[in-house]
């Protein structure tokens, strides 16, 4: 079925979000190759205002679905709110997607070495991917005692 049949408005809301899923699913793809966790950072506040966008347009499709309702049969109104469903089920696609590359961006930005060394980076990033939450906070906690024991060994 076509939406501009149903509602030029309708159609056009949907065009739009069909560019934003668009360029979406291209900046993840980006985002895969990015390695400076600054830059990284960036193209995924980017991303997120896309979603807004996104979430905001679908509203809108909504609205206008509401105010169709009456106007249109059943078959129709089914058509539309599977459409609604669909437009939904992919932003929450993107929304776990870059929930999965916060998560990702913030485990690099606590066991990227200080020194800037990329080799102990990237491999305290694989260590952590293999750990638990649990694990990690122990970790956290080791880390700490040895820091303030060496503290405590420079001042005496």
Do not use: W
Not at 10 to 28: K, P, V, W, Y
Not at 134 to 144: E, I, S, V
Request: aromatic share 4%; proline share 1%; charged share 35%.
């Amino acid at each position: 079925m076509d939406l501009a049949s149903v509602n030029e408005e309708l159609a056009e809301i949907d065009g739009q979000i069909a560019d934003i899923f668009r360029a979406l699913q291209n900046g993840f793809q980006k985002l895969d190759k990015i390695k400076d966790a600054n830059r990284r950072s960036r193209q995924l506040e980017e991303l997120t205002d896309k979603m807004r966008d996104c979430k905001r347009l679908i509203k809108d499709f909504e609205r206008v679905v509401k105010d169709e309702a009456g106007s249109v049969d059943p078959n129709t109104a089914k058509f539309l709110n599977e459409r609604k469903q669909s437009l939904i089920k992919e932003l929450n696609s993107y929304v776990a997607l870059k929930k999965q590359h916060a998560s990702e961006n913030k485990r690099v930005d606590l066991f990227d070495a200080p020194s800037g060394e990329d080799a102990f980076g990237e491999e305290n990033v694989l260590l952590a991917s293999n750990m638990s939450n649990q694990q990690l906070m122990q970790h956290g906690d080791n880390l700490m005692d040895e820091t303030d024991q060496a503290l405590a060994r420079s001042k005496q």
